[in-house]
């Protein structure tokens, strides 16, 4: 049982928005989740990302996992810089 970064999946039909969330690695996409680290939102142009940088390096410190996703998303941000 792992902690995930991930997005969550929220916005109209056609009309995605999402939250980048910080989630037990066995709750569903769209449940129970630990805490809200930010948003994406790629309906802008460009698409608009805004995220609590200090909570997601607190996360990335205790072990949290980003999905792969959330991982480009971090990098194009400048927050994640890990290799593996």
């Given at each position: 049982m792992g902690v995930k970064?991930?997005?969550?999946?929220?916005?109209?039909k056609k009309r995605p928005f999402y939250r980048i969330v910080v989630a037990d690695s066995e709750a569903p996409?769209?449940?129970?989740f630990l805490e809200k680290v930010g948003t994406y939102?790629?309906?802008q142009d460009p698409a608009a990302v805004d995220l609590k940088a200090e909570r997601v390096k607190y996360w990335i410190d205790k072990g949290a996992t980003p999905t792969h996703t959330v991982k480009n998303l971090l990098k194009k941000e400048g927050f994640y810089t890990n290799s593996a």
């Open positions: 970064i991930r997005l969550a999946r929220h916005g109209a996409r769209d449940g129970k939102n790629p309906a």
